[in-house]
T-cell receptor, first 114, second 113 residues
Framework: EAAVTQSPRSKVAVTGGKVTLSCHQTNNHDYMYWYRQDTGHGLRLIHYSYVADSTEKGDIPDGYKASRPSQENFSLILELASLSQTAVYFC?????????????FGPGTRLLVL | QQKVQQSPESLSVPEGGMASLNCTSSDRNFQYFWWYRQHSGEGPKALMSIFSDGDKKEGRFTAHLNKASLHVSLHIRDSQPSDSALYFCAASEPGTGGYKVVFGSGTRLLVSP
């Protein structure tokens, strides 16, 4: 089974500060994703990547940047954290970008912006 | 309006009972569906996928897909307290790539001993 790990598992940040969330997968998957989870909204895609050194915008990219320095690692960066970015963030990976491919999720990072 | 809508928002069943979760798409292009389960404090985990009309059974779990009505359901037989979790329906359309998966807002299932 795919193994996706995230760090930190929880974080408290101040408004206007910089936050970096990290994700690591060990299954040689091409695609990696960042989602945020809010009550009542399910999971919403922020950024995704299909190859190292390249990232693509998802459905809600505003206020977020992403970085894929290697196939295994994918980071989400909040340059100027805001209160509205308080949420749980999940990283996921899939073997390919094929539309029948299942995504494998990490355990999540709970971010609180004060 | 969300493209993938789930009902009910929450559901309570006794241990050993049957739990039925529903998912309806408002986009006729969606052809592929998944059910994910998320236990408290964990990430979502795929339970099963269903891509063809009809039933798909895996152990105590049965998914049913009706593409004509854009409806997919999940039935959990002999529900266990460990089945208590948030269940997501997810959908994608052919030819768009896995990054176009759309998730519903979830159904929270509580199985009481």
């Amino acid at each position: 089974e795919a193994a996706v790990t995230q760090s930190p598992r929880s974080k408290v940040a101040v408004t206007g500060g910089k936050v970096t969330l990290s994700c690591h997968q060990t299954n040689n998957h091409d695609y990696m994703y960042w989602y945020r989870q809010d009550t009542g909204h399910g999971l919403r895609l922020i950024h995704y990547s299909y190859v190292a050194d390249s990232t693509e915008k998802g459905d809600i990219p505003d206020g977020y940047k992403a970085s894929r320095p290697s196939q295994e690692n994918f980071s989400l960066i909040l340059e100027l954290a805001s209160l509205s970015q308080t949420a749980v963030y999940f990283c996921a990976s899939s073997q390919t970008g094929y539309d029948q491919d299942t995504q494998y999720f990490g355990p999540g990072t709970r971010l609180l912006v004060l | 309006q969300q493209k993938v809508q789930q009902s009910p928002e929450s559901l309570s069943v006794p241990e050993g009972g049957m739990a039925s979760l529903n998912c309806t798409s408002s986009d006729r292009n969606f052809q592929y569906f998944w059910w994910y389960r998320q236990h408290s404090g964990e990430g979502p985990k795929a339970l099963m996928s269903i891509f063809s009309d009809g039933d798909k059974k895996e152990g105590r779990f049965t998914a049913h897909l009706n593409k004509a009505s854009l409806h997919v359901s999940l039935h959990i037989r002999d529900s266990q307290p460990s089945d208590s979790a948030l269940y997501f329906c997810a959908a994608s359309e052919p030819g768009t790539g896995g990054y176009k998966v759309v998730f519903g807002s979830g159904t929270r299932l509580l199985v009481s001993p």
